[in-house]
Structures are given as C-alpha cells and as structure tokens.
C-alpha cells in the first residue's frame, strides 16, 4: 500500500507487507471454522517450539497425561507425525483446485455424498492402525524373522489382517478422497467431505507408520521381508504428499517425482547408466522410500527442525509488523539514489528473502510494493519484475539464514553451520554488487532520477527503531558464540517478541519520539497469530520437502546419483571444466520449477557426490549445486520467481525471466571461481581472501558494464563490452596473473573508448555479410 505524500504517519511506504498472500486455492474460512483451523494451526507450530526445545508438562511436573506426546520423541515418530500435521493442516485449507467465482458463494455438489462413504474404509483403516499399535505397546511380542506378530485379529493371519483390514481400505479411500477432490465443489468458506477424508487418511498412514516402526519390522524396511503394511501406509503417504505439494506449489515437483516413480519401476528396461539389473518390486520400493533413506531422511529432518523454527521466527518478525520497518527503512536508505525503487528492491528483498525462505513467495511479498514503484520512474515492466525476481533470489544466498538452505547443507555434508555462513559471504556479496550495479547502469542509460525527498520515509525517525533488527543480531551472535541452531533460533524468537515492545515503551516515555504507526507490542494474541502463521506457512515448505524426500529415496535405492558421478568422471577426463558445465546444467534442470530447498536436496543426491569425487573439496561441491539450484528460480524457460514477478508487473513472463537471467548472471558464474580460488569460500589467509574479494568485486563491475554496455559514462561498442566481459572473467578468478591480464584488457578497453570514441550502435560484423 502506498501513502500520500501528506499523510502523517511520516510518509511510511510499506504498510502490510507482512500480511501473507491469499493463494487462489486456499479456502477463506469465518466463524467457528475460521477458529478452528487458526488452532489447529498455532498447535501444530507450537508443538514443534515445545519438541525442539525438550518442553512437555511431564517434564515440569512428572505427570503424563495420555494422549500428549512426550518429549524427547524417537526421530522417526517425529518426523512422521511433522508430516501428517502438515497433511491434515494442508488438505483442509487448499483446495484441489483454484476456486471460481460461482464455488466462492455456491451449495455443495452432489460428490461429497461419495466422499462420506468413503470415510467408512479410512475411519476402519484408522481404527485397526490404532488397535495395532495397542497391541504392540501392550507388552513385548514375538519376533520371526525381524518381522513383529502378533495374535490374530478375527481369526485371520497378520498378513491378511495388514492387506484386507487396513491397507486396502485406506488406499480406496485415499485414492479415492484425491479424485473427490478433483470434482467435489464446495464454497470458500467451507470445509469439504473429500479434504477431511484425507486428514484421516493421513493420520492412518501416521498411527500405523508409528507403531510397527518402534518393533523389529523397522529392521527390515527396504528388503522383500518388509511387512506388507508399510507398503501400503507408504504408498498411501506418497500419494498424499503428492497431491498436498500439487496443490500447494503447482504441478512442476509433481512431475518430476513422478518421472523418478516411473524410472524405479522401469529402469530394468533401460539402457546404459540408466539401468538397473533386477526390477524393484512394489512391496520392497514403498516399504524402503517412508524411512530415512526417503521421505523421513535429510529433508524432512531439516524441515521438522530449522526450517520450521526459522518459519517461526519469521512468523513472529511479520506478526510484530517488522517486515514493514525494513521495506520503508530500505526506502528512506537508498530511495534517493537513481532508480531508487530498483536499489530498494535489492536491498529489501535479500532481508526478507533470506528468512522466508522461497523466492517466488519474496517476489509477493516484497514486490507487490517495489514493482509498481518500479515501473513509476521510467524501468520497462518486464525490467521491474526481473530485478525483484533476481533480488529474491538473492535472498537465498544470503548469510546467516540462507532461507534455510544452509541449515539442509549443514545436515547433508556434516560441516558446521558457522562454517558454511561464514563461507557464503563473499559469493553474496558478489551477488548482490552484480545486481547493483546492473540496476545502476540501467539506471544511467535510461536517464532515470530516485524518488523525492517529500516521496520517502525520514531516515533519522526510522534510525529510532534501528532495534528491531536486533532479533537477527542476537541470532547471529547466538549462531557463532556456539549455541545449537534450534537454541539460537529460539532465543531469537523470544527477542523478536520481547524487542516488539521497545516501541510502546519509547512512546509512553518519550511522547513524540516514534510515530503513531510504530511497531505495537505482541501480547498474547499476537504471539498466539504468530504460531498460527507460522503453522500456515510451513505447510508448502514440509509438502516440497517430504516429496523432494521420495527423489532422494528412488536415487539411494537405484544408485543412479552414483552412475551421474561416474559421468563427471568420465567427463573430467577429458575437460574438468566440461564435466564442472554439465553438473551445472544437471542442478540447473532438477531444479525449474522446485522451491530452493528441494532443489538442493535433489541436486545434492544427484550431483554433488560426482564433483566430490572429481577432487573438489565438500563444502565448495555443495556450494556449487546450491548457487545453481538457487538460481534455477530465475532461469529460463522454468523460472518460478521470475514468473511470480512478471504477474505483479503485467510482463510476458518469458521476457521476465530471460532479463532475469541477465541481472543475475553474476550467480552463474561465480560458483566456477570457487573450484579455481577457494579464497572467495573464506578458505586462505586474511590477505588471499581480502584480495579475492576486492578483485572480484571490481570484476562483477566490469560484468554488469560489458553486459548493459555501459563504460566510464557513455555506452560502448560490442568489442568494447567484449573486452570488459573476458576481463571481468579474469578478475573474477582471483590469481594474481589473471588480474594483471584483466586490468590489461580493462585499461585497453579504456583508451580505445577515450581516444577513439567508437560507435556504440555499430553492427556485429559477420563472415560472408556485405
């Protein structure tokens, strides 16, 4: 929302931006069911705060109350009960499909009758995954062949009892409850008989899933002896998962899981490094995928632990109107320069972008604001939208948070977080230099002014609640001064909650000091609306985490991440550089159309183990796919932030994403450097990393001139801009040759352009033209 000049809240810019977007499939629920979901939501959230942090009643007061989890909870009950909260929470705020106008205040159709009987087979699903599980917490029971037993149920064998009591059951009505929601139609504001049907499909799967794997069965997950009703829970849970991240973050990831599926089961009739040599049954293929090795493995480990803490703690910064405070302080900082609302974008977007974690939902939140103001003074729509899609992007690379993907990087390598923070900060500042000056250059070749003195928040009222950013100052210090990532992440938390109240104290004691529009302080309420929040965010993020987990299980059981190594391999033989192109171009295509975390999970699986054995150190063979997967948001023709961006600026979405593209090119060329100067991963001493820095930095200088051809104040011919092109290459690697050769071809390029003044519209010559 953007004030009058004359309003008298100080002429703040940003109001709202903290308020989530409404996805067009997401039901709009009122009055008790409004209610009911908001709690569902803050206990959802709130049970990960009191699970992470080892806080139960029990342990207070050493009474166990049934029914509650206690905690410490077994890692796999966890992780499998983070999932079917999410389900539940998911299917009965999302839609199957995005509602028309007619559904937001039409009756019920005539197939949620169908969904109604379908609840028959879940509830019995349900009841006989709970009538196992006392069974099994009843008293020790016998063991054959790591398989658990257990007497009969209605006289029938366990075999019969898992197919024809429980697992047929709940795959009629899952399968079922996902086509109800294809053709079932409701209003907005209520809930539908086939969503519900799915919860209780989801929690099937849980109880079960929960309770066989506290026996010996756990064991023997992945080979033929797997029980016969992990199969089923699991291919029930796969298929939930599936329609969950359908709907909530489109049908890209769908797809590629599926292709992965289809490969399990038909990779026996493939050729070459694709094949396999036995086919993979049904049974051992789902038994294998729901553990560790799959969906319960490293990226629903991160999201159940720092993903959801840092969403939040993010909940928290956007319930206390933080969010606000750094759009308009990033205003009233860098408005004034030349093509202010540009710089802001970059400026907001990289603090917001580093804590939500997506850079499509960035590109929402921060550039329904930036774009229009873009757009204002003189950029080209599709020009606007690119540079808030390159700046959220940013957002995911940028220290101490990374949007979490340098917690997934901590977790699937074993480095220390404070290592992998510490290393990122040279390439994020390369980054975002990069977009700066490409921003700036465009700027100067379209003439264009900032925005007004009278147009800005003051700088000196907002430097009065510079505190605000002290939630993340305290995480940094906790982060480095050895605190665990989840004690770190909690402390900040609180801050954010107790720092809320600064400015209620400033104004009460200091009348006049704050404008009434400050920050208020979070009561109750609005640390309750937090946790509810941050229970509604994290939905999208578990979905593409726990179905980015069934790729991860289809590479760990067919082995195809390792043949890809022996590619790299083979390739590097012939040119490492080569071999280094094709791993980009790997990470690259896993991840179009993938939020970062997902991205990465699979490009770690897949391509970094090659470039580990290629002799790349760890953490730069991690860098290297991450900055790719990264990026991905931003590359043509999949490109989900561009495409994000281009809807708020009114654009053709493919001219977005390739003048995207061209902004960030910086990120797609700095992560070759690493491999050849591993001073800008802060590996070196104090002077190589100093001088890979600055080398570096004046490099992407000279990329963004020969890119926008713009040199020394006047636009440049084509060889000009090739000139500055090859020599910001060769500062950019960082040697002390290849800067002497780089600063050649900069101080050449200087006197042709000063002496000779070249035309700059002059044509490209081509062999053979007249």
């Known amino acids: 929302m953007v004030h009058e000049a004359t309003k008298a809240d100080d002429d703040l810019i940003a109001e709202g931006v903290d308020e989530e977007p409404i996805e067009p499939n997401r039901r709009l629920f009122d009055g008790w069911r409004l209610q009911l979901i908001a709690g569902i939501g803050a206990l959802y959230a709130l049970f990960h705060m009191a699970a992470l942090n080892g806080v139960s009643i029990s342990s207070y007061t050493g009474v166990t109350i049934p029914l509650l989890p206690q905690f410490p909870m077994e890692t796999w009950n966890f992780r499998i009960f983070h999932i079917a909260g999410a389900l539940a929470l998911g299917f009965l705020m999302y839609n199957a499909m995005v509602f028309s106008d007619k559904e937001e205040t039409g009756t019920k159709g005539p197939w949620d009758k169908i969904s109604y009987l379908l609840m028959i087979p879940a509830i019995a699903s349900l009841g006989v995954a709970f009538y196992f599980a006392s069974v099994i917490a009843g008293g020790d029971l016998p063991q054959m062949g790591g398989l658990t037993t257990w007497p009969a149920f209605a006289g029938t064998p366990i075999y019969n009892q898992e197919v024809w009591y429980y697992g047929t059951p709940l795959l009629i009505a899952t399968f079922g409850g996902i086509v109800m929601g294809w053709l079932e139609r409701a209003p907005r504001n209520r809930f539908r008989a086939s969503d519900i049907l799915l919860a209780i499909c989801g929690f099937a799967v849980a109880v079960y899933l929960i309770a066989i794997y506290g026996t010996a069965a756990r064991n023997s997950v992945g080979t033929q002896f797997v029980p016969i009703g ?25 797809i590629i899981t599926g292709v992965f599926l289809v490969y399990t089961f038909t990779a026996h009739l493939l050729p070459g490094i694709l094949a396999v040599q036995k086919a993979y049954d049904w049974q051992r293929f789902f038994g294998f995928v729901y553990t560790d090795a799959g969906i319960l493995g490293p990226t629903t480990a991160v999201s159940s632990t720092y993903i959801i803490l840092f969403i939040i703690f993010a909940a928290f910064l956007q319930a ?24 802001v974008a970059i400026f907001a977007s990289g603090l917001m972008g580093m804590i939500n974690g997506t850079s499509a939902g960035n590109v929402v939140a921060t550039g329904s604001l930036t774009i229009p103001l873009m757009k204002k003074v003189g950029y080209r729509p599709q020009t606007a939208g690119a540079i808030e899609a390159a700046a959220s992007t940013g957002g995911q690379i940028m220290p101490p948070i990374m949007g979490a993907g340098a917690f997934i990087m901590a977790e699937i390598t074993g480095i220390p977080y404070q290592e992998i923070a510490i290393a990122a900060i040279i390439p994020a500042i390369l980054y975002f230099v990069s977009v700066y000056f490409m921003v700036d250059l465009e700027a100067a070749k379209l003439g264009m002014r900032g925005m007004r003195e009278e147009e800005l928040p003051k700088l000196g009222k907002l430097a009065r609640q510079v505190y605000l950013f002290l939630p993340i100052i305290i995480l940094i210090v ?14 900040a938390t609180i801050a954010a909650a107790v720092i809320s109240w600064m400015p209620v104290l400033m104004v009460r004691f200091f009348p006049g000091s704050l404008p009434e529009a400050a920050v208020s302080g979070m009561g109750p309420r609005q640390i309750w609306r937090a946790f509810e929040l941050a229970g509604v965010m994290s939905i999208q993020i578990i979905a593409v985490c726990a179905c980015a987990g069934i790729i991860v299980g289809v590479i760990s059981l067919t082995g195809v991440g390792a043949r890809f190594s022996a590619v790299l391999l083979d390739l590097a ?27 990465y999970a699979v490009a770690a699986s897949v391509v970094a183990p090659g470039l580990v054995q290629l002799g790349i150190p760890q953490l730069t063979a991690h860098f290297f796919v991450f ?20 809807g708020i600026s009114g654009s053709n979405p493919m001219s977005t994403s390739v003048a995207s593209f061209k902004i960030g ?42 890119v926008q051809g713009w ?10 801009r090739l000139a500055l092109i090859v020599a910001a290459l060769f500062m950019i690697e960082g040697g002390l040759i290849t800067d002497v050769i780089g600063i050649g071809a900069v101080v050449s ?11 700059p519209n002059a044509p490209i010559p081509v062999r053979g033209a007249d």
């Open 627 to 646: 900055y790719f997967a990264v990026v991905s948001a931003i590359t043509p023709p999949v490109a989900l932030a561009s495409y994000a961006a281009a």
């Open 230 to 254: 992990v199969a089923f829970a699991a291919t029930a849970g796969s298929a939930l998962i599936l329609e969950l991240t359908r709907r909530v973050a489109g049908l890209a990831l769908v």
């Open 320 to 343: 206390s109107k933080v969010g606000d405070y750094f759009i308009n302080f990033a205003f009233a900082a860098a408005g004034r320069a030349r093509g202010g609302p540009a710089k």
């Open 478 to 491: 906790a982060l480095f001064a050895g605190y665990s990532v989840i004690r770190a992440g909690t402390l």
């Open 665 to 706: 090119i910086a990120a797609f060329i700095v992560p070759f450097m690493f491999f050849y100067n591993s001073a800008l991963l802060m590996d070196g001493t104090w002077y190589e990393v100093a001088r890979a820095g600055a080398t570096a930095v004046f490099g992407v200088f000279l990329l963004s001139g020969g």
């Open 573 to 599: 033989g012939v040119s490492q550089l080569l071999a280094m192109f094709f791993a980009m171009c790997i990470a690259i295509l896993l991840g179009m159309g993938m939020p970062t975390t997902a991205a």
């Open 749 to 759: 390029a200087y006197l042709v352009q000063k002496l000779f003044r070249p035309d």
């Open 711 to 720: 040199f020394m104040g006047q636009r440049s011919a084509w060889f000009i």
